[in-house]
């Protein structure tokens, strides 16, 4: 009997060395997971989120008000140098396959050929002419970086004379962007990005009138773009995730140019499904 | 950085205090089923292997002092130990005039000793199908309990979007993923365990006659 009973404490001795192997097992797997799960959320960076609706923050007033004297800078009319060409040569595809109907008026204009046929070389060396002072009655409104130039000098003699209209931008936290204005290059450009990298199709509301999506971001001098405050929501998360996504895929922005935003940029923003607007 | 919504760990640390309770309670479950699969399985496996290799030795000597001797060399087997209790007994006896009762008391120490070898093999082996059965429903239970704080979050913001409603649904369904994390590999173990359990019982009823005429006709 003394020699059935010996095992029996070695066994219960056995069976604690199992618990604590299987204890330390399960901590190993639960730290194994914990590890490859921030290892991954590593690798796809995310930007913070935060949901502050409702919540006023001090200034938000001014800025709201210069966005809506400044006749809301619509990001569209505005190109980034890197995406907007990708788009650009995407949207001409389909252009293309446009052109042949236009052909079709040609062919009944061909009876007016015939009622005139001495005409067509005076009619060619009319609109040949008429394209050369093209040029000159508008020599600024072809080039768009005639364009961009001319706004860069507007935002130069703005922030030299200091009666720039976005004095009211200093909303929200952190460093604003009212020194520049709403006519901002930079900001311009950001704009662009964010709405190239927005996907957004108004069929899916039943009703766009009134939606709106107030964000701020937060941008550091590489142009990441570190948190994201969604001052105000729309209805639809549809519209919300689009554009938090469209946030997210447009980061890193470019970087911020030298002397603005000291340790970093908060930029506002206002999506509707009309587009973007500057807040 | 990282979004706190996402990944488990992220929906364990904004679950509620019973939904944290029941993962507590099916880790443990999950803890002492594997310790428990991992020693069962050591056991089981050294005693059927012990068992075998002292029949096959049994049935070649035939010899009850030499198998005695070689008994020693198998602690771990069933079989063998079945034996030894039974040898013990019968040289125990001073009177062996009466075959009847000697075989009867060998045979009686045989059997204690084989009903004690099935206990020792079925210890702790009913705790699994214990976690087995309970540790589903117990997750259910704490799935039940999120989904309620969930539908009570909702109704406090009024509001019932997918994203309302969808983190809080994630949240609880974790407790009967870890239910069944739980349950599974208990279950498995279970029915492996009653399986080679039972398969030594069968041998021990099988060849406890055998050694009790072994014993008695060496006389």
């Not at chain 1, 405050?229 to 554009?243: C, G, K, L, Q, T």
């Not at chain 2, 809080?168 to 994390?181: C, H, K, Q, V």
Request: net charge positive.
């Amino acid at each position: 009997m003394n020699n059935s009973r010996k095992p029996i404490h070695t066994t219960d001795k056995k069976f604690l060395f199992w618990l604590g192997a299987a204890a330390a097992m399960h901590a190993a797997v639960i730290a194994l997971s914990l590890f490859l799960w921030m290892l991954d959320a590593n690798r796809h960076i995310r930007t913070r989120t935060i949901d502050v609706t409702f919540v006023s923050l001090p200034g938000s007033e001014g800025s709201r008000q210069s966005s809506d004297k400044n006749a809301s800078m619509e990001a569209a009319s505005y190109q980034s140098p890197e995406k907007p060409l990708a788009r650009k040569k995407e949207k001409s595809v389909p252009e293309e396959p446009q052109v042949p109907p236009k052909k079709i008026p040609e062919e009944p204009v061909k009876p007016r050929e015939k009622e005139n046929p001495a005409d067509i070389s005076k009619t060619l060396e009319r609109l040949k002419q008429n394209v050369d002072k093209k040029p000159q009655t508008q020599p600024a409104s072809g080039s768009i970086n005639s364009a961009l130039a001319a706004l860069q000098q507007k935002v130069k003699s703005d922030g030299n004379s200091g009666t720039g209209t976005g004095s009211g931008g200093r909303g929200g936290v952190g460093d604003g962007f009212g020194s520049g204005g709403n006519a901002d290059p930079y900001l311009a450009q950001i704009a662009s990005i964010i709405q190239n990298n927005w996907e957004f199709s108004n069929l899916m509301l039943r009703n766009s009138s009134g939606i709106e999506v107030y964000v701020r971001i937060d941008i550091l001098p590489d142009g990441t773009i570190r948190e994201i405050v969604f001052d105000r929501r729309a209805p639809i998360e549809y519209m919300n995730n689009s554009v938090k996504r469209a946030l997210e895929r447009s980061s890193p922005l470019r970087p911020l140019p030298p002397g603005k935003g000291k340790p970093d940029l908060w930029v506002g923003f206002v999506f509707t499904p009309e587009g973007i607007k500057k807040k | 950085m990282h979004d706190s919504k996402l990944g488990v760990f992220g929906l364990i640390s904004d679950a509620g205090p019973v939904v944290l309770f029941v993962l507590a309670v099916l880790l443990l479950f999950s803890v002492v089923s594997w310790a428990i699969i991992a020693y069962k399985f050591n056991y089981v496996r050294k005693s059927r292997y012990e068992s075998a290799a002292f029949l096959d030795y049994f049935f070649e000597v035939y010899n009850v002092e030499k198998i005695f001797t070689e008994s020693e060399n198998y602690r771990n087997g069933s079989l063998p130990r079945v034996f030894r209790a039974g040898y013990v007994e019968y040289r125990a006896m001073s009177d062996l005039s009466d075959v009847r009762q000697a075989r009867a008391r060998v045979a009686r120490a045989i059997r204690r000793e084989s009903n004690a070898e099935a206990k020792r093999l079925a210890a702790l082996v009913p705790f699994l199908a214990t976690v087995g059965n309970t540790a589903p429903f117990i997750g259910l239970f704490g799935t039940v309990w999120g989904i309620m704080s969930s539908f009570q979050n909702i109704g406090l913001t009024q509001s019932a979007s997918l994203a309302a409603v969808a983190p809080g649904i994630s949240e609880a369904l974790i407790a009967t993923a870890a239910g069944l994390a739980a349950a599974i590999p208990a279950v498995i173990g279970f029915n492996y365990f009653t399986h080679e359990i039972g398969t030594i019982q069968q041998d021990l009823d099988e060849f406890s006659s055998e050694f009790v005429s072994v014993c008695i006709k060496e006389q």
